[in-house]
């Protein structure tokens, strides 16, 4: 049974990525920097001097392909570490610019998909992930005056890929830890719809002096979600462009191990100054899940639909017999080995003792009261 989880990360480029054994790689899930968008420019001419040159004589389209060829290496070198059956996710949003007084759309995800297709992967239906903004000056154009008005980009893509067909789950002990990370089958609704409207973006502020401004970091409940929908515990995710460490973070939360490269060496303080509060973040969301999952419940039998299954594990009951052998944990203790390498230790979530301590008291007699009508057996204490 997996117990713990070790984590690292490589403060070096993604065009290198020889860190990692080829074929060992389960589940990518990365946010590379946005060809075109302005806050990325600099990073894509580090790379390629072309890029600036491109820039300043206004050949946008130039530009736009030299920063997608420094990407294509990312992923071309993907297609090496991926086992079969693995999954790529890469959360991307395309950008508008206006150069030479032209305004256009820089379309990034159409170009990554087209460059997965022809390295060999397949595309799974992808998500879009709204984001609205209320900015007083989020419309751009000529105002009420067609036709020079513009759309607003309130989107972005996280598209899907997988190397290979279906991945197999051979032996006994790989179908049971694929059991054990089965998710809330309300999870399974929300979380498989090609639409995602509830996810928030992250807070961008830093507040280091040596980092940039803006973090450009993902929220955590994006990595969370893929990760659980994507891969099974013990796992190895890779994430080529960390940032600030959430692929990481949601990774050690989720039970899986990690793996990350980053460019810039000043986000190693930002991740150790997170480790410390990080167990008692990951735990309440833990709590948060099991919390919800019990409200849903409670709401369904309400509704006339007494549950059939039950998690052994928590003492929960639940929709589908594919969530009786789950199983939750809380981390117990993160270890910094040194070397940008953490070890995460998980304990197990007792029979009850994950209700007694999230439902509110009348909420749990209730779901007792309830669920023992129903000759469901809950042991709460
Ligand atoms: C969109 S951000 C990713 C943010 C991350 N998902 C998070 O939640 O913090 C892209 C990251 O890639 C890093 N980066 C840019 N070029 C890189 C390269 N060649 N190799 C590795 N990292 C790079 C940037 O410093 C930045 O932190």
């Avoid at 980009?153 to 890929?161: A, C, P, R």
């Avoid at 179908?175 to 509830?198: G, I, P, T, Y």
């Avoid at 080529?240 to 990774?251: H, I, K, S």
Wanted: include cysteine.
């Amino acid at each position: 049974m997996q117990k713990q989880t070790s984590h690292r990360v490589n403060y070096r480029s993604a065009g290198e990525l020889n860190l990692v054994d080829e074929r060992s790689v389960d589940l990518v899930v990365t946010s590379p920097p946005y060809p075109m968008i302005e806050m990325w420019d600099r990073d894509f001419c580090v790379l390629n001097g072309a890029i600036q040159t491109a820039l300043s004589a206004g050949e946008c389209a130039r530009a736009f392909n030299l920063m997608h060829e420094e990407l294509d290496k990312v992923w071309n070198r993907l297609h090496f570490l991926v086992k079969d059956g693995g999954i790529v996710c890469v959360n991307v949003g395309d950008a508008t610019r206006t150069v030479k007084e032209n305004f256009q759309l820089f379309s990034s995800h159409s170009r990554i998909i087209n460059k997965f297709l022809s390295i060999g992967f397949q595309n799974l239906p992808n998500i879009i992930w709204r984001k609205t903004t209320n900015a007083p000056n989020k419309f751009m154009g000529s105002g009420m005056l067609p036709p020079g008005a513009y759309v607003t980009l309130e989107h972005e893509y996280i598209l899907v890929f997988r190397k290979g067909g279906k991945r197999n789950f051979k032996t006994p002990s790989e179908k049971q830890l694929r059991r054990e990370s089965a998710f809330f089958w309300e999870e399974r609704n929300q979380w498989f719809s090609d639409v995602w409207f509830d996810l928030k973006g992250a807070g961008q502020d830093l507040n280091h002096d040596d980092l940039r401004k803006r973090s450009a970091a993902f929220p955590f409940e994006l990595a969370y979600r893929l990760i659980n929908m994507f891969s099974v515990k013990g796992d190895l995710i890779l994430d080529p462009f960390l940032g600030t460490g959430t692929t990481m973070f949601a990774a050690m939360a989720a039970e899986r191990n990690s793996m990350g490269y980053e460019i810039d060496e000043n986000f190693r303080r930002h991740i150790s100054n997170k480790l410390p509060e990080f167990s008692g973040f990951a735990n309440k969301m833990i709590q948060t899940r099991i919390a919800s999952h019990g409200k849903f419940m409670e709401e369904r039998l309400r509704n006339g639909n007494p549950p059939k299954f039950e998690i052994q594990t928590l003492g929960l009951p639940c929709v589908s017999r594919q969530e009786s052998d789950m199983i939750l944990r809380y981390i117990g203790s993160i270890e910094d080995l040194g070397d940008d390498t953490y070890k995460a230790n998980y304990t197990d979530i007792s029979d009850g003792a994950a209700l007694v301590t999230t439902l509110s008291p009348p909420a749990l007699r209730g779901a007792k009261r309830e669920l023992n009508r129903d000759q469901i057996h809950l042991n709460l204490k």
